[in-house]
């Protein structure tokens, strides 16, 4: 199974376009939970309403070794109880051809991640060791969710943005291999309209910025989801693990998880 052909089954199979991002922020776990128990739980509370995990590495990066470890052992942990559910590693990630070989090792190979976030910049050359692993996805930076994004990626060059080349390229030479997506934010809708427009129905994004950032999940799904009611894996992080800040942490979670799949699908086509 190719890495689309496994977030497409698990979307399905789920009925869900839901992406949770495991961004455990060591100063906002509940007292005396730490790390690796707070991920078990939230992932043991919402693993069969999901459709990908998306644990960004900075938040466990900060800690060293053991926040390293921690990474891995969350990794390892969905492989145990969810392994249909896709690992999106958000490390966003761009080098020079032989240093991305690392990052490849690190990812696919040792944590056992299914795709990983990826800086375009450097052209296809640079990047062509993520994106030569059919078996594995390559998520491109397009039009990200942060305010400031358009300070680059809104700049014209030859008649058209720089976000629409991004998504043109990847969508017509890079992604030869099956295996590429975009990271489309969701706090700018017309943007994300215009990139369904030049990639067409097959390119899947992962759209950040729903929930702390502000996104419109309506407005999101009408600009962005393909002919057949999906190709978006919508990730909130904040607002879904942090519900809670008590001991029902997990179960906070697990209810806000729930309402925002169902949210998303009531605008869903078909």
Known sequence: ???????????????????????????????GVNQLTFNKAIIDATHDIVAAYKPNTAFYEALGAEGIETLKAICEYIGQVCPEVPILLDAKRADIGNTNLGYVQFAYDYLGADAITLHPYLGREALEPFLERADKGAIVLCRTSNPGAGEFQDRYIDG?????????????????????????????????????QIVGDDMWFLVPGVGAQGGD?????????????????????RDIIFASSGTDFAEAARKRAESLRDEINTYRKG
Request: proline share 2%.
């Open 160 to 196: 058209h943005k720089l976000y629409e080349h991004v998504a043109k390229m990847v969508a017509t030479d890079w992604n030869g291999n099956g295996n590429c997506m975009l990271v489309v934010g969701a706090t700018y809708p017309d943007e994300a309209a215009a990139i369904r």
């Open 1 to 31: 199974m190719t890495f689309t052909e496994k977030v497409a089954a698990i979307v399905e199979a789920h009925h869900s376009l839901l992406c949770i991002g495991l961004d455990s922020d060591v100063d906002k776990l509940p007292v």
């Open 217 to 237: 999940v309506e407005q999101l799904m009408k600009a962005a989801q393909n002919s057949r009611g999906d190709g978006l894996l919508i990730s909130s992080s």
